[in-house]
């Protein structure tokens, strides 16, 4: 079946703008992970959804990145008034329930110039 | 805080040998996972580890889990130019947290 899909897969923006990525995860996947990865951290937990609350935010950098999920399906990460620091490839990740395997999308690759 | 150390961070070995990859994790936990990244795409799921003592195997590929010592080793048999990729064990703390940590990767290239 269909994997996890996420678009675009890459984005060039300028500094200061807003960008949003999206996240499709495989069907009837009830949980759904965000992560970054970077060269220099790694790779870091985000977000955490279950259907369309937001348990654990934890790992949000600041507070121009915010996320939603609809329909228990679909999520958006948007990030407000980018900066070159947000340069990363961002992974999205689901599961059928919390704590079993997570599945990884092919990535966003976001480019701040 | 969880910090889970991996190492080598890079491993370079010939054909046909065998060699360990390590996973330290610092604090309890009852599942750890193992991926696989080939260079410019995602993540793709080798093992998951459920319990103490738990062995997993897949080809030439073989994970351990060590509850008490918090420690899980990636094993490779008469390694093959395929494998070569960068692996990541990542850890599931408990219910309440189910964010996975991550390591820091190791990059494993095999040279013919």
């Not at chain 1, 992970?33 to 955490?48: M, N, P, T, V």
């Not at chain 2, 995602?42 to 195997?57: M, R, T, W």
Request: aromatic share 10%.
């Amino acid at each position: 079946g269909a994997g996890v899909s996420q678009s675009p897969s890459n984005k060039v923006t300028e500094k200061g703008k807003d960008v949003e990525l999206r996240c499709d995860p495989i069907s009837g996947h009830t949980a759904l992970y965000w992560y970054r990865q970077s060269l220099g951290q790694g790779l870091e937990f985000l977000i955490y959804f279950q259907g369309n609350s937001a348990p654990d935010k934890s790992g949000l950098p600041s507070d121009r990145f915010s996320a939603e999920r609809t329909g228990g399906s679909v999520s958006t990460l948007t990030i407000q008034r980018t900066q070159q620091e947000d340069s990363a490839v961002y992974l999205c990740a689901s599961s059928l329930v919390a704590r079993e395997t997570q599945y990884f999308g092919p990535g966003t690759r976001l480019l701040v110039l | 805080e969880l910090k889970v150390e991996q190492n080598p961070l890079f491993l370079s070995m010939q054909e046909g040998k065998n060699y360990t990859i390590y996973c330290n994790y610092s604090t309890t936990s009852d599942r750890l996972y193992w991926y696989r990244q080939d260079p410019g795409k995602s993540l793709e799921s080798l093992f998951v580890l459920l319990s103490n003592g738990a062995v997993k195997q897949e080809g030439r590929l073989m994970a351990s889990l060590d509850t008490k010592a918090r420690l899980s080793t990636l094993h490779i048999t008469a390694a093959v130019h395929d494998l070569s990729a960068t692996y990541f064990c990542a850890v599931d703390m408990r219910i309440g947290n189910e964010k996975l940590t991550f390591g820091t990767g190791t990059r494993l290239t095999i040279i013919p």
